[in-house]
């Protein structure tokens, strides 16, 4: 499996070091021309025009494309400006690494390009970005071309997002599902690093059932992904490139789960079982309290929505102004409540109009 550890493998090996050092050179800076204010309005701007019109980089060694575990901790930490900046190049030197390589080095590559692409569909994912699309469909064909479990079932995921986003939410549930399938009928005592997969599939699937309308079909889904999670011991140290699969994990799916069916009060009780500040990273207690600011807005408590609104911006200012999470500000403050702060929150992340 492709992994920080892998990568720590390949600057191990005397001997594939001198073969990649001797072609070693400089990454190209043409892909990092645009500045922090302009990354910060618009975080996906510099990897959408990468993505068409790609700039060539320079092969280098497997060792150092460590940029990619840089670009998953800006991820996790929802850095999304600086992440925006530094996967076009990432991705470039990538795909020029893996064009220069062969055999299990080159899988290897494949699975560093997988796991880019998987970060950029996040991404562009978050800012409603069309992009989705083809950064999905790329993580998908450099992760098969990998053959590695793990980064085939995050690619799936990710395209299952997109498929879902433009409407195909039963087509999304299909693939999810096959995947987890297929997963199941490779490894018949499957290690940890494949659960953890085959949950997070489990978990998108419900989820996109549950927008589709399908309740029987999304609280299944959500009850295998659980009884997955349950054969994962607590210090497998199992988690997947952007996420996790844990209870806390399947507790928080199981809120966004009922805000799509429009049973939020049902989304309640899972939201109290989880702590905030337990949770992994800024980007999943931002999410924990997106959720829970759209299950007090379906409920009608707008205290309780500003209250997880303001927790979102606390954890990670920049999911503060994702689209989604302005729509819902916006919302909060057109309607006829009056909260103190609401009016300079609303500013603050760019939601007053």
């Known amino acids: 499996m492709a992994s920080e550890q892998a990568l720590a493998d390949q600057e191990d090996d005397p001997v594939r070091r001198r073969t990649f050092l001797a072609g070693a050179v400089g990454i190209s800076t043409a892909l990092t021309t645009a500045t922090p204010a302009l990354a910060a309005a618009d975080p996906v701007g510099a990897l959408e025009e990468a993505l068409f019109q790609p700039t060539a980089a320079p092969a280098m060694p497997l060792d150092r494309l460590r940029a990619l575990a840089a670009a998953r901790r800006d991820f996790r930490a929802a850095r999304y400006a600086t992440l925006g900046c530094e996967l076009p190049e990432l991705i470039a030197a990538a795909e020029a690494t893996r064009d220069s390589l062969t055999g299990t080095a080159r899988d290897t590559a494949h699975a560093i390009i997988a796991r880019a692409y998987v970060l950029a569909s996040e991404l562009t994912v978050k800012a409603h970005s069309e992009a989705a699309w083809v950064t999905a469909d790329r993580a998908l064909r450099a992760a098969r071309d990998s053959g590695q479990a793990a980064p085939i079932g995050e690619a799936a995921r990710v395209l299952a997002i997109a498929m879902r986003r433009s409407g195909r939410g039963k087509a999304a549930v299909d693939l999810l599902t096959r995947t987890a399938t297929s997963l199941d009928a490779e490894h018949r005592r499957p290690t940890a690093p494949t659960l953890t997969v085959r949950t997070s599939l489990l978990l998108t699937a419900a989820y996109s059932a549950a927008v589709t309308g399908d309740r029987t079909t999304a609280l299944a889904l ?5 009884q997955s999670t349950r054969r994962l011991s607590a210090d497998s140290g199992a988690g997947l490139f952007t996420v996790d699969a844990s209870p806390q994990q399947c507790a928080l799916y199981r809120i966004g789960i009922h805000n799509a069916l429009g049973t939020p009060d049902e989304g309640i009780a899972y939201a109290r079982t989880l702590d905030p500040s337990r949770l992994p990273t800024p980007e999943r207690r931002a999410r924990y309290y997106t959720d829970t ?14 209250t997880a609104l303001r927790g979102i911006e606390h954890n990670a200012p920049e999911e503060a102004r994702r689209p989604a999470v302005r729509t819902l500000t916006a919302e909060l403050t057109y309607s006829s409540v009056s909260l103190p702060g609401l009016k300079e929150y609303a500013e603050r992340t760019g939601a007053h109009r």
């Open 293 to 306: 600011a759209r299950m007090w807005h379906q409920l009608g408590d707008p205290r309780r929505t500003f």
């Open 222 to 226: 959500a009850d295998e992904a659980e």
